[in-house]
């Protein structure tokens, strides 16, 4: 007697299991809902869909005794996509795809025994089906992976969108009231706008939910993104430690109106990255140094009067700066900047009164002591540069 070919043998089970639609899916459907319960929102004609589809590709697979590749199941883009939707976890639509697969397993088990087939070819056949299964469940992870990551890069592009748009004041009142919800913010309560910069080189991201984190309360959350390259958002309180950031904090103020806030959080981060500031800064904190920073018509002015006049003096120029910064630190207190210096009273008047001649400064005079500071805190800011640029 001619032995029957395994093709043949699986071609002819397969196409009665093919005619078994409504058994195959109404048990997997069954089952299904009965010990999954993430699958409660799925609705039925989703789900026959489904398993038809599964019976589809296990037809295939018995009539060219092959599984198919992960790369070769584009039917499971169709499922996993529509769970992901249904809010199915990754876990459970595998489970489910099992539950489809044994069962399609045990009817072509029963098949197959009705028509008397040898009892190694069918091992064989289950054996194909289980590997068509490990394909599909492959694919289930390789695909919900891949959508994940899109998902993830889509929120994080609406989420950069938003908040740029709230910085710089591009919404409408009733658009910031609407969106804003969706991001997890309140409308009606009041946020600091921050933007920072980071002065360590690097990934920037867990900084970035680092800063989110520290920013939020148990009442209010807080959103940051990057605008501009440094790292901007609004905060619910001061985020504290901050370690390498310098990070620029603006009034408190609503949503609706934070674009101005987040400008003087600009501004303050300019002037204390310049400086050479960390930590989190506010206006109160650089007050007038914010100008000195920005204006550079003054700042040349100054420069010129106050400084320039010492540099011509070598060692001894830097001597006066030196005292002269000593002095105003110490309150214009004689007696203290003496102390700090370790030198005599006469002596520090002496190096004071020589300033005074070098450049026509009088620390008696209000608007002279104000313009000195001035123009001393600039050098700070050039020094700090000139180093930074030979590091």
């Known amino acids: 007697m001619r032995a029957v070919p395994t093709n043949d043998v699986f071609a002819a089970v397969a196409a009665t299991l093919s005619e078994a639609t409504d058994a195959v899916s109404e048990r997997t459907i069954a089952e299904v809902y009965q010990e999954l319960p993430s699958y409660a929102g799925v609705p039925f004609t989703g789900l026959r869909a489904s398993t038809q589809r599964n019976l589809d590709i296990a037809v295939r697979a018995l009539r060219a005794n092959r599984a198919p590749r992960p790369d070769e199941l584009p039917e499971a883009w169709i499922t996993v996509t529509e769970r992901v939707q249904q809010g199915v976890p990754v876990e459970d639509m595998m489970r489910a795809y099992r539950i489809n697969i044994g069962v399609i397993e045990a009817r072509f088990v029963e098949l197959a025994q009705e028509a008397e087939v040898a009892s190694n070819l069918v091992l064989a056949g289950s054996r194909l089906l289980w590997?068509?299964?490990?394909?599909?469940?492959?694919?289930?992870?390789?695909?919900?992976?891949?959508?994940?990551?899109?998902?993830?890069?889509?929120?994080?592009?609406?989420?950069?969108?938003?908040?740029?748009?709230?910085?710089?004041?591009?919404?409408?009142?009733?658009?910031?009231?609407?969106?804003?919800?969706?991001?997890?913010?309140?409308?009606?309560?009041?946020?600091?706008?921050?933007?920072?910069?980071?002065?360590?080189?690097?990934?920037?991201?867990?900084?970035r939910r680092q800063l989110e984190q520290r920013g939020s309360t148990s009442c209010r959350s807080g959103l940051i993104g990057i605008v501009g390259g440094d790292l901007a958002g609004v905060v619910a309180r001061a985020p504290g430690d901050t370690s390498d950031l310098v990070l620029g904090m603006g009034p408190q103020a609503i949503l609706a109106d934070v674009a101005d806030s987040f400008r003087t959080a600009g501004r303050v981060l300019e002037a204390a990255w310049r400086l050479g500031r960390t930590g989190v800064l506010t206006l109160a904190d650089l007050s007038w140094r914010l100008s000195a920073v920005a204006d550079r018509e003054v700042a040349d002015y100054l420069t010129g009067r106050y400084l320039t006049p010492l540099h011509q003096h070598g060692e001894f120029g830097r001597l006066l700066l030196d005292t002269v910064r000593a002095f105003l630190a110490n309150g214009l207190s004689t007696a203290a900047t003496a102390a700090e210096l370790v030198v005599h009273p006469n002596t520090?008047?002496?190096?004071?009164?020589?300033?005074?001649?070098?450049?026509?400064?009088?620390?008696?005079?209000?608007?002279?002591?104000?313009?000195v500071t001035w123009a001393l805190e600039l050098a700070t800011i050039d020094t700090d540069a000139r180093e930074a640029d030979q590091a």
């Open 348 to 371: 520090l008047r002496h190096r004071l009164h020589k300033f005074g001649e070098l450049t026509g400064a009088s620390l008696t005079c209000t608007n002279d002591v104000v313009e």
């Open 131 to 207: 590997s068509v299964g490990d394909a599909f469940t492959t694919q289930i992870a390789l695909v919900y992976q891949e959508l994940r990551i899109e998902h993830a890069l889509y929120d994080a592009q609406r989420k950069a969108e938003f908040i740029h748009a709230l910085l710089t004041g591009r919404l409408e009142r009733t658009e910031v009231a609407s969106q804003s919800v969706l991001f997890g913010l309140d409308p009606t309560t009041c946020y600091f706008a921050v933007r920072g910069r980071s002065r360590a080189a690097g990934n920037v991201e867990p900084t």
